[in-house]
């Protein structure tokens, strides 16, 4: 029987959720590796797992957060502008669907303050788990956009 209370700890939690998804991306925007890893559900009885865009399947703690590590080291500046988020709950494992916005830059050229920014639009998939410390990530899947823009017809008008 669902009451108030029922639907005040859903609420709760998917707020819960919320805030453990958006750390995860203010660790990477900040290069802060610790937090990072903080974020990652612990322990070697649950396989983490990820997929960054272009990558293949990494399995294992130690191996997805040595990826980003070497992601962190290799890019100068990252934000992530976060839209279409959705949070899906079964029990103690959410769901969350989002687009990433991403605007990076590379190590600026000499002379310059910051190397040329890319903007790139990903869909991801983040599993969480709850543990006792909180919810924890247990799975990212990136994949790029490959939207038509439309610019090979706006060129082509004479025809």
């Not at 669907?97 to 040329?116: D, F, K, V, Y």
């Not at 990212?140 to 090979?152: C, F, K, N, R, Y």
Request: aromatic share 6%; proline share 5%; hydrophobic share 40%.
């Amino acid at each position: 029987m669902n009451g108030p209370r029922d639907d005040a700890g859903a609420a709760a939690d998917i707020a819960a959720v919320e805030q453990a998804n958006t750390a995860y991306y203010e660790a990477v925007e900040r290069g802060d590796l610790e937090a990072l890893t903080a974020a990652w559900l612990p322990g070697e009885d649950l396989t983490a797992s990820c997929v960054h865009p272009g990558w293949p399947v990494l399995s294992g703690r130690g191996e997805v957060l040595r990826s980003y590590a070497l992601i962190m080291a290799n890019t100068e500046y990252i934000q992530f502008f976060l839209t279409d988020v959705g949070v899906s709950m079964t029990g103690d494992t959410a769901l969350v669907t989002c687009t990433e916005n991403i605007l990076s830059g590379g190590p600026a050229e000499e002379g310059a303050s910051l190397g040329p920014l890319v903007g790139q639009l990903v869909v991801a998939t983040n599993v969480f788990r709850r543990t006792p410390e909180g919810w924890k990530l247990w799975s990212h899947h990136g994949s790029p956009v490959l939207a038509d823009t439309g610019e090979e017809e706006d060129e082509d008008t004479t025809s």
